[in-house]
Every structure is written in C-alpha cells, then in structure tokens.
C-alpha cells in the first residue's frame, strides 16, 4: 500500500470519527446512518449491541419496512441489453429484490421518466441518482443518498441494500451486502472496468467518487 493509500485511509478513518461524534449529538444510535454504521466501519467485523437512550414514550421500537422482510439479496441481475440502461437495472433488481414487483426493465426506463431523466446519449441525466430515489418512493421505500467512503458504504452493505455509481466508471450498480472485505454487487454489466460481481476497496478508489443511494429502514 503506498503512502498516499495510507494517508487516504486516515482521513477516511478521521472522518468516520468526527461523523460518530455528530451521530451521538444528533441521537443517531442504529441503523445507517448511525454511530453504530460509523463504528462497525471503523472495525469491520465488530459485533455491537448498543442499547440508545430511550424516552418512555418512544418505548416501542418502529416497526420494520415490510420490503426488510421480503428482501433477496440472490435476485438475479439479468445483463443489460442497451448500455444507456445501468440505473435502471439496478432500480429494478432492488424492486425485485424486495418484492415490490416482478422484473420489468422497460417500465423501470419510464418510471425513470424517459427521455427526460434517462435516455439513450446520456444514460441517468442526473448522476446523484435523484430520480432513482423518487421512483422508489413511489413504491413506499424511503432512501438516503450521499458521496460515502468505501468504508460508510461496506457498514451500509452490512445492514441493507442500495445503488450506487462511480464517477469514473460512469456505470449504476445494485448493493446485495458484503463479500469478505469487498462489496457484493448486482452487475448488468460483468466485466465492465474489471469488475464482476464484487468491488474492492482499490476498484473503489479507482473508479469513484462513488454516489449512494441506500434503502432505509
């Protein structure tokens, strides 16, 4: 690992710390993102119970999204046909994946909203992934999005599934969770840049900034 790698990973590792602090100040004990999302990043493989402070009025925990129950994260991603259609196949494995409905690329593409926000000369018109978020909001699932470091997004991996794109891969992948230290990924397009079903922390660094849309719970 060079010097620079090892610098990069420190200020990752410092952010992660700072970003823990907040998460304490804001009550942001579980889930992602949380201090114990921030934590789990630090020490990958760390086993956390944490027990937040809890107001008697907040004594039942929330019910858990129906589409947690229902998730499979060995959906298969079938290749993609065109290759403008990254994002949308990575929004409709996450809808087939947590049972909103059966797979269907055509009408992902039009919910989308074509050719406005997708389209055949510029893929996603909008790279943070905006419209991904809305469209899943149509089908009740709430999402957060965000510029994350492979270590916030490997805690994410963790917890639940998401979409994300790299800006110097130019290319919209499904989150299925964790393989070994990498990230385990839904790819329609295997073997693009080198990358096949999982994305290490170099491919990472190599083809991001990576932008990260995550299902929440």
Known sequence: MSAESDL????????LLTDSLSRMVQGQWVGFPSLEADLEALSPGIHLNPRPPMLSSEALPPEAPDWLACYEPDTVMHPQVYDWTCSACALDWVLTATARRGTDREQT??????????????????GSGVELQRVLADYGIGSGQ??????????????????????????????????????????????????????????FNRLGPFSVVWLRR
């Open 8 to 15: 990069q990973q420190l200020r990752e590792q410092q952010g």
């Open 109 to 126: 593409v039009y919910e989308i909203g074509y050719p406005e926000n997708i389209n055949s000369a510029y893929g996603l018109m909008n």
């Open 146 to 203: 965000g510029w994350l470091t492979f270590d916030q997004v490997y805690a994410l991996a963790g917890v639940v599934p998401g979409m994300m794109s790299g800006g110097a891969w130019y290319h919209w992948v499904a989150i299925r969770g964790r393989d070994g230290e990498s990230l385990w990924i839904a790819n329609s397009a295997p073997g693009y840049q080198s990358v096949w079903s999982s994305l290490s922390r170099a491919d």
